[in-house]
């Protein structure tokens, strides 16, 4: 048997032409076959379809249509983000123009643990991280050693990881977690994984942080703390007072982080950047580009306000940073990650921001902002249904009026079960709500209607039991 053809090296593009094509048709396949956001049928009618089409997972003999069978089953078994009824999560339709550089990252394979399997690669890291965090924290008049950086992560759950170890390491070993009941599960979870003291949870009783209650609760602890904002809390896009929570944390003497993971993308935006006025305040900022930077997953990143908080990182390996190695100019990798292996994440985000530009990524942050604001209008305008508040980014919340919570959840797992639409859900308020978050820039007014058209319609069947017109 021949040897199977690599991806890269001077046969790979020869090699992978073929094979794009029948990704390709497999994908178009895929989709035609699920004809909706998602497939019909539930858990147990994906999981016999794919059972079907994987077969043996490990057979004597390889099949050589698995590309095109399992292409197509992955498709046609997929929750679709670029589909304009699939709203649940922030979970975006990637660019065409990342997703072609992503492939470029697979084919050639290399790993930024190490300068010799990295070379354009981790200068490439570094430009963009830094001018990311340039982003956030802008140019200031700070000293060299001072200039801000990031570090490329796989997400917002890693990034807050990092947050609250680098903290604790700034503060000689301990730190006490304190964060609105509004912030994300990840950072409560990096506490528990530090051994850090349990968190001090701060009431939000309007869905964000209250600077009074965080005020009373940073007099009342004893330090060193670390205070934990929210700019995008999952559950609304809605985002803290972050002046007012930067100026008690100074107050008090208190470290300050900021979980921008789902509203970071607001700074491309001219018209929405002042939302995060006082992001720059924080020491660490999260940012997830595979939420508004329509990135393939995974997309994160960790920025820095001081980068001599990163020493904490460092560590010697003699195999990919060996001292004189490092004296003899080549960069070492290892402290910008608590990973080794690590892809090369950055060529898809520096294709897509040199591509668009700051002016073509606010265009796609300002649409999808606005559709949720259309769809909020549609959804107060309507006597069936009954709207949270506002939305804030691009997060909306509603639910049929007069509706029991069983009824709304019966109603959402009625639409995934038809594989006719995908929305969220969350309490607020005492009230479970139905949640539509809306990222595909491409939706259009009609989208929207038929959205809540299709909502109103399952509720009819469930409660009152005829089909609608």
């Known amino acids: 048997m021949s040897t199977p053809p690599l991806a890269s090296g001077p046969e790979g593009p020869h090699a992978l032409r073929p094979l794009l094509d029948t990704v390709l048709e497999a994908l178009d396949s895929g989709a035609r076959a699920r004809r909706g956001p998602l497939p019909a049928g539930g858990p147990e009618t994906v999981a016999a379809r794919v059972r079907e089409a994987v077969g043996e997972v490990l057979p004597d003999q390889g099949d050589q249509h698995a590309l095109r069978t399992l292409v197509h089953a992955f498709a046609e078994g997929a929750a679709d983000p670029a589909h304009p009824l699939c709203a649940a999560h922030l979970h975006c339709p990637p660019l065409a ?131 934990a ?42 018209r929405h950047r002042a939302a995060l006025t006082g992001l720059d305040a924080a020491d660490t900022v999260t940012l997830d580009l595979h939420k508004l930077g329509w990135q393939p997953i995974a997309a994160g990143l960790l920025a820095v306000k001081y980068p001599r908080d990163l020493t904490t990182l460092r560590q010697r390996a003699d195999y990919l940073n060996a001292a004189d190695d490092t004296e003899a100019g080549l960069p070492d990798l290892l402290g910008r990650s ?88 969350t309490r607020l308020d005492g009230r479970l709500w139905l949640k539509a978050t809306l990222l595909n820039p491409a939706t259009e007014p009609d989208d929207l209607a038929a959205l809540l058209h299709l909502v109103a319609a399952r509720r009819a069947t469930l409660v009152e039991g005829h089909t609608p017109r």
């Open 97 to 227: 123009i990342a997703t072609a550089a992503d492939l470029a990252a697979s084919a050639l394979n290399p790993s930024l643990d190490s300068w010799d399997q990295a070379p354009a690669a981790s200068e490439l890291e570094m430009l963009v991280a830094g001018a990311l965090a340039r982003e956030i924290y802008g140019d200031g008049q700070r000293a060299a050693t001072e200039t801000p950086d990031s570090l490329i992560t796989t997400g917002g759950t890693e990034s807050n990881q990092l947050a609250l170890l680098l903290a604790r390491e700034v503060y000689g070993g301990s730190v006490r977690l304190v964060c609105g009941a509004n912030a994300h599960h990840s950072l409560a979870r990096a506490a528990w994984l530090l051994g850090l003291p349990e968190p001090a949870v701060v009431p939000a009783p309007a869905g964000t942080l209250d600077p009074t209650a965080l005020d009373e609760t940073l007099t009342r602890l004893p330090g060193p703390l670390l205070v």
């Open 229 to 270: 904002a929210t700019a995008g809390t999952t559950d609304a896009g809605l985002i803290d007072p972050l002046p007012e929570i930067a100026a008690r944390c100074a107050a008090h003497g208190a470290r300050l982080h900021i979980d921008a993971a789902y509203g970071g993308g607001l700074l491309f935006s001219t």
């Open 338 to 425: 608590l990973r080794t292996t690590r892809r090369p994440d950055v060529l898809k985000l520096a294709v897509t921001l040199k591509t668009l530009g700051r002016s073509g990524l606010g265009t796609l942050v300002d649409q999808v902002c606005a559709r949720a604001r259309e769809f909020a209008a549609l959804v107060h305008d309507h006597p069936g249904f009954a709207l949270h508040a506002p939305p804030v980014i691009s997060t909306v919340l509603f639910r049929p009026a007069g509706a029991t919570d069983a009824t709304v959840a019966a109603v959402r797992r009625a639409l995934l079960t038809d594989g006719r639409a995908v929305l969220g859900r």
